[in-house]
């Protein structure tokens, strides 16, 4: 999705994140590979993943994460099954993109995009493709959902423990029990999501999970799912995230401003974070307090 966006995202996402100074996470079905993205990694590049159900693409794709300098390991649990995307059925995008006549029609009404996309080709699930083999004939999100089990249990978790050296996050964490028991696996950090809301409408919101799973464990919390401003990171902030991460932010940023929107985004985050501290006379954020608006 990061490259139908915007052409070459995952690359300009993880050069931004290695200027500004943040983590960049590459996805297990993102459009670039991990050696592609490799060079324009930061110190903090993270490499999320989708659990393959076949052990030696899994050790596989651990190993490449790591020789291509991914630091940390990311395993998202809150997709046990493809979530139905009506809007997304309805408005006909599907992976890779067919191109339509109203499909052409959108294009020509986006120059730059269309240009990128014809130098970078149709975005394509490329590290699910190297590993797809013989399943032609399978559209890419077909073989995709066939090689990634996408409902991990206790020992897939211990697995991954075992198999990565570097630090261990879970993403998609909504119950102080579940982050207990993370805990006590051996994870490093928690990061508290409902993925943007598009896999379970009646997930709670993240904001609102977060209190209790702080209450619940003294580990990093990271949060994501609808911070749009500066205020609402503060927000996380008071409510116990050590940091929050953005998915939908930066890539309307860069579709809206290209490779420049990302740096835009943060300047902007910046200052709204600045201006809301200043209100509430907070010289840095060990300073927002728990009753924080
Ligand atoms: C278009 C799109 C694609 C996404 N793809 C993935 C993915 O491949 N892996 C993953 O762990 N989360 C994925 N997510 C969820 C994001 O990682 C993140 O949890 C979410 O976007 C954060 O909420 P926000 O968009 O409100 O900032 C995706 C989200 C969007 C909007």
């Known amino acids: 999705m990061s490259g139908l966006i915007w052409p070459d995202a995952e690359r300009l996402l993880a050069a931004a994140g290695k200027r500004l100074g943040i983590p960049y996470t590459l996805s297990t079905v993102a459009s670039q590979t991990p050696e592609t993205v490799a060079p324009h990694l930061g110190t903090h590049g993270w490499f999320q993943m989708y659990p393959p159900r076949d052990p030696e693409i899994r050790a596989d794709m651990l190993s490449r994460a790591k020789a291509a300098g991914f630091k940390a390991l990311v395993l998202t649990v809150d997709v046990p099954v493809a979530s139905r995307r009506e809007r997304q059925v309805r408005s006909g995008l599907t992976t890779p993109p067919r191109l339509t006549p109203r499909l052409m029609a959108q294009v020509a009404l986006r120059p730059a995009w269309a240009l990128g996309t014809a130098r970078m080709g149709m975005p394509r699930m490329r590290l699910i493709d190297e590993y797809a083999g013989n399943l032609t004939g399978m559209s890419s999100t077909a073989h995709a959902g066939y090689l990634l089990r996408t409902s991990p249990d206790w020992d897939y978790l211990h697995w991954l423990r075992d198999n990565w050296d570097g630090p261990f996050i879970v ?123």
């Not at 209790?212 to 990271?222: D, E, K, N, Q, V």
């Not at 985004?265 to 010289?283: C, E, H, S, T, Y």
């Open 171 to 293: 993403k998609g964490v909504l119950r102080a029990s579940d982050a207990v028991k993370l805990e006590e696996a051996g994870v490093d950090a928690l990061w508290v999501s409902n993925h943007a809301g598009r896999q379970f409408d009646a997930a709670p919101a993240s904001i609102e999970a977060l209190p209790a799973i702080r209450a619940a464990t003294s580990l990093p919390l990271i949060l994501d799912s609808g911070i749009e401003t500066g205020l609402d990171i503060l927000r996380a902030r008071a409510r116990g995230a050590d940091f929050v991460m953005m998915g939908r932010g930066f890539h309307i940023a860069l579709a809206a401003l290209g490779a420049r929107g990302p740096d835009h985004l943060v300047d902007i985050l910046a200052k709204d974070m600045a201006a809301n501290m200043g209100q509430i006379g907070a010289r840095d954020l060990r300073e927002i307090s728990k009753t924080f608006p």
